[in-house]
């Protein structure tokens, strides 16, 4: 983990046959990459929110199927013939990359000088192009920049424009179009979100830090942007609402002690790849060794008697309360776990009542 070895190899020796070539006066300044398996109706509506933006900025849409049914091609391609579809790229690869390398595949057949992803269950915003063109264009050096979806579940119907706005005014607030550069922790535990769907990133930083890692099946994405970080690269978090994130159906496939099991690795090595002080490195590998043996015989009041012991710093304190929430939704055991009673607790034994 967390080498900049060439995971794009695999899928640059696999042939992707172009059924349609986007008719673009020049390079695009972005490329939307959308990685395609299945789901024909609501890819098209995920289709028709990328052609139906509202810019003049020159972009692409870059269509990577995986899918092999003669049938669902043909019937996409027909679709795809309206001159509406002119910025579109239509391509199927000959055998089936996996969801990680279609990722790497779509960014090697882009074209633009920024690449952003659209996963077929995602709608974009109307400025979502223009919105991104113009704070690249404003923050000179920005290498890659995340933003935050709407989570919606699937089945329900999208939101209006008005209701659009408003969520965007309503969670921005005063913060809107704020853009802070992402630190180390600001990943784990996913207080950023880190979806290939919420990042847009030059193609060639990309291409030169090898690609998404097609040896971690579910948290390839977070994996990546540590690699990011930990590599100095020039990342930053953009406060604004860009698209809508529909969940439900691609959600219950993945395993939820996989998951867990795949991020404490990436906690693990992340520690061994930061120099901070042994103290703190030894508590947060105490955190973890005890978040791993809770999934077996440990209980919520063992870990809560046991846990202070390694939480003598204020900053310790703070990283544990954080990695706590995000296992509190996974696993039954946090329910009866109060990070904010210990928190509290520590901090009125340090400084007293008031």
């Given at each position: ?59 692409e849409i870059v269509i990577v ?96 424009a008005e209701k ?191």
């Open positions: 983990m967390f080498e900049n070895k060439d995971y794009l190899k695999c899928s640059k020796q696999i042939e992707s046959t172009c059924l349609k070539r986007a008719d673009l006066p020049s390079s695009p300044f972005l490329s939307i990459i959308i990685p395609a398996y299945g789901k024909r109706d609501i890819l098209l509506q995920a289709i028709e929110s990328a052609v139906t933006q509202v810019t003049s900025v020159n972009y199927d995986n899918n092999q049914n003669e049938r669902d091609i043909q019937d996409l391609k027909e679709r795809l013939q309206s001159s509406r579809f002119r910025r579109v790229s239509y391509y199927v690869n000959t055998q089936n990359l996996g969801m990680c390398g279609n990722h790497n595949r779509g960014a090697l057949l882009a074209r633009g000088t920024y690449i952003t992803y659209l996963h077929t269950d995602d709608i974009l915003c109307k400025d979502f192009v223009e919105l991104l063109w113009s704070q690249l264009s404003a923050h000179n050096g920005i290498e890659a920049l995340y933003f935050k979806p709407y989570f919606l579940k699937m089945g329900n119907p999208l939101p209006t659009m706005k408003h969520v965007r005014s309503e969670k921005t607030g005063r913060f809107q179009n704020r853009i802070a550069r992402v630190k180390a922790f600001d990943i784990i535990p996913y207080k950023i979100q880190t979806a290939p769907c919420e990042m847009v990133m030059k193609r060639t930083v990309f291409l030169r830090m090898g690609g998404y890692n097609t040896n971690i099946n579910l948290v390839f994405d977070t994996e990546f942007a540590m690699r990011c970080v930990l590599y100095q690269k020039r990342v930053y978090w953009l406060d604004d609402t860009l698209f809508i994130k529909r969940f439900g159906e691609s959600a219950s496939h993945m395993g939820k002690k996989e998951m867990i099991h795949d991020v404490l690795n990436l906690l693990t090595e992340f520690c061994k790849h930061t120099h901070y002080p042994y103290q703190r490195q030894m508590a947060y590998y105490r955190v973890l060794s005890l978040c791993r043996d809770w999934q077996g015989h440990h209980t919520a009041r063992q870990m809560e008697i046991e846990l202070p012991r390694y939480m003598d710093k204020p900053f310790v304190i703070r990283r544990c309360q954080l990695l706590l929430r995000f296992y509190r939704k996974y696993f039954w055991h946090l329910h009866a776990f109060d990070t904010r009673r210990l928190y509290h607790e520590d901090h009125q034994n340090r400084y007293g009542r008031k």
